[in-house]
């Protein structure tokens, strides 16, 4: 009971890590209906621009706040290059030009920064805590501690702010959001402005985790099915599916690997997502029927 | 009415892929009038609403606001400048409550920062208070109480009409543009919408400008009538004497005056 306990727990801490990557599709899925698949490429720029800072002797705020204003530079560049002329295309067209892009950051990071591995010290250490007679990773449990404090601050952001209401009003009818004199192009700015900062955060957490390496931006694959069973829309489905991902894949590896063979962890998530797909096609908390891209 | 032009249109042209919309179109709306655009589908009504609200620009002509002469209005200058608007087949925000949806109106008036707004210090809290009693109030005013706080999407037809003109409302606009604010409604809605619309512009003096089929409404409300058909206008006066005019009526009636 114990050792399945833990399993579930350190499933959950690593759903978490998941989530994160989810919240940045979220959002900008959210505000313009446009599947990002430069999402991970968002990632693994702000991981590798702040750890080259580190090793460039910056200290750690600093190169938190460098990076970050990075970030949402590339978020404004992105808003006014590539999403405004596309204004009012199909979905279609919108993902393929974030695939485009994802490449175009990519091949920018590596440009500027290099492509070796780097290794990223948080501080944390990642021996595991004895909590309650259970055995829980210090790191896992750090970084879900990050993810609630994000989560926090975008609810608040996003529910009581004057910019949290134009972007609900954005997502819910563009045209209405027109009349009562919402920018669009800003309500796009801010939010790929803010999917870059949680883009930063997670790129941190899964740089700490893996090291900062090209393979990264693979952690959009990750996401993908916790979207499709969160939902496409809701910063909640994002995290409960995170963690519905996170504790199944675990459980899955430590007690049908034995029967089934190893490597469960790899593909028991997109089965799962596929199930769903079949039963819920719109997640466990997502608004209406969306197309997926 | 001889109170100044409020909204002064001219020489308004406007075309989609060489098909022309509008042309030529010029007129005046007086300050505190309810002035309406009637004319068959397909005349131009609400592309030239459109045009007024900034959602389109005009290929050629003019646009003087409030004494501000634009070549183009901009839909968020327009908002700012106090003009607000309802669509012919309701833009609303359907997975919000009525209460949030006549909020949204308000969003513009806000002051305080978003800082101050998700920590809920500084200006932000009696800010808030009153954004909400304004908000109450129109929904007061357009007798939508029982239904505050439902999901929009929920409503009847002629209540999410009722709510749209209330979210409208709440900007407190100088220019409240309606496009066909009775469409779909029975007999009975549309005698509760018009009142509404005269109580508007009595109460607030607000400038109205609105788009109808029904002549007998918008004979009964209006001040002032511009007959549109094929992009062209072909009637402006008092509702008086656009029902005499002759070309006003062949275009009703479809009957063009037989060719000598």
């Given at each position: 009971m114990e050792f399945f306990l833990e399993v579930l727990i350190g499933g959950l801490l690593a759903g978490v890590m998941y989530s994160l990557v989810a919240i940045g599709f979220v959002l900008i899925y959210k505000a313009s209906g446009v599947f990002n698949f430069a999402q991970g490429a968002m990632v693994l720029f702000a991981a590798l621009t702040f750890v080259s800072l580190l090793e460039r002797g910056v200290p750690f705020w600093l190169a938190f706040i460098v990076t970050l204003a990075v970030m949402v530079a590339l978020a404004l560049a992105i808003e006014r290059a590539v999403l405004r002329p596309?204004?009012?295309?199909?979905?279609?067209?919108?993902?393929?030009?974030?695939?485009?892009?994802?490449?175009?950051?990519?091949?920018?990071?590596?440009?500027?920064?290099?492509?070796?591995?780097?290794?990223?010290?948080?501080?944390?250490?990642?021996?595991?805590?004895?909590?309650?007679?259970?055995?829980?990773?210090?790191f896992d449990l750090f970084a879900a501690g990050t993810a609630a404090a994000l989560v926090l601050l975008l609810s608040l952001l996003f529910n009581r702010t004057r910019i949290g209401l134009s972007l609900r009003a954005v997502a819910d009818d563009p045209r209405a959001a027109l009349a009562i004199g919402i920018r669009l192009?800003?309500?796009?700015?801010?939010?790929?402005?803010?999917?870059?900062?949680?883009?930063?955060?997670?790129?941190?957490?899964?740089?700490?985790?893996?090291?900062?390496?090209?393979?990264?931006?693979?952690?959009?694959?990750?996401?993908?099915?916790?979207?499709?069973?969160?939902?496409?829309?809701?910063?909640?489905?994002?995290?409960?599916?995170?963690?519905?991902?996170?504790?199944?894949?675990?459980?899955?590896?430590?007690?049908?690997?034995?029967?089934?063979g190893g490597g469960l962890e790899n593909w028991f998530p997109y089965v799962l997502a596929l199930l769903f797909l079949l039963v819920r096609p719109a997640g466990l908390f997502g608004e209406r029927a969306i197309e997926r891209v | 009415m001889s109170n100044p032009p409020l909204l002064e249109l001219e020489g308004i042209n406007l075309s989609f892929k060489g098909v022309k919309a509008i042309s030529d179109i010029g007129f005046r709306v007086a300050e505190g009038e309810i002035c309406a655009l009637?004319?068959?589908?397909?005349?131009?009504?609400?592309?030239?609403?459109?045009?007024?609200?900034?959602?389109?620009?005009?290929?050629?002509?003019?646009?003087?606001?409030?004494?501000?002469?634009?070549?183009?209005?901009?839909?968020?200058?327009?908002?700012?400048?106090?003009?607000?608007?309802?669509?012919?087949?309701?833009?609303?925000?359907?997975?919000?409550?009525?209460?949030?949806?006549?909020?949204?109106?308000?969003?513009?008036?806000?002051?305080?920062?978003?800082?101050?707004?998700?920590?809920?210090?500084?200006?932000?809290?009696?800010?808030?208070?009153?954004?909400?009693?304004?908000?109450?109030?129109?929904?007061?005013?357009?007798?939508?109480?029982?239904?505050?706080?439902?999901?929009?999407?929920?409503?009847?037809?002629?209540?999410?009409?009722?709510?749209?003109?209330?979210?409208?409302?709440?900007?407190?606009?100088?220019?409240?543009?309606?496009?066909?604010?009775?469409a779909g409604m029975n007999a009975q809605e549309k005698r509760e919408m018009s009142r509404f619309i005269v109580e508007i512009n009595r109460e607030f003096g607000t400038t109205v400008v609105l788009i109808e089929h029904d002549i007998g409404v918008v004979m009964g409300i209006s001040h002032h009538v511009v007959v549109l058909d094929y992009g062209r206008k072909i009637g402006d006066g008092t509702p008086e004497q656009v029902r005499h005019d002759p070309e006003v009526i062949a275009a009703y009636l479809g009957t063009r005056p037989a060719a000598a």
């Open positions: 596309l204004v009012g295309r199909s979905p279609i067209t919108l993902f393929m030009a974030t695939l485009g892009l994802a490449y175009i950051i990519e091949g920018a990071a590596q440009a500027l920064w290099g492509a070796q591995v780097h290794g990223l010290e948080l501080g944390i250490s990642d021996e595991p805590l004895e909590l309650g007679g259970l055995l829980l990773s210090q192009p800003r309500v796009w700015a801010v939010v790929w402005a803010v999917a870059g900062f949680v883009g930063l955060v997670a790129g941190l957490l899964w740089g700490a985790r893996l090291g900062v390496q090209f393979s990264l931006s693979l952690v959009v694959l990750k996401a993908l099915p916790v979207l499709i069973i969160g939902g496409f829309t809701s910063i909640s489905g994002a995290i409960v599916g995170g963690l519905i991902i996170g504790a199944s894949e675990k459980l899955a590896e430590v007690y049908l690997g034995p029967i089934i | 009637i004319g068959p589908n397909g005349a131009g009504k609400s592309s030239l609403l459109n045009i007024i609200n900034g959602v389109y620009q005009a290929q050629q002509g003019r646009i003087r606001f409030a004494g501000q002469e634009r070549r183009a209005m901009q839909p968020h200058a327009a908002a700012l400048g106090g003009i607000a608007r309802t669509f012919q087949n309701i833009a609303l925000f359907k997975g919000m409550s009525v209460l949030d949806n006549v909020l949204t109106g308000r969003n513009l008036k806000r002051r305080s920062s978003w800082l101050e707004q998700a920590l809920r210090i500084g200006r932000a809290p009696a800010e808030d208070d009153r954004q909400r009693a304004a908000a109450e109030r129109v929904i007061e005013f357009l007798r939508i109480q029982p239904w505050r706080d439902e999901i929009v999407g929920t409503l009847p037809y002629g209540l999410q009409k009722r709510v749209e003109l209330a979210r409208a409302l709440a900007a407190e606009p100088r220019l409240l543009l309606l496009d066909e604010p009775m």
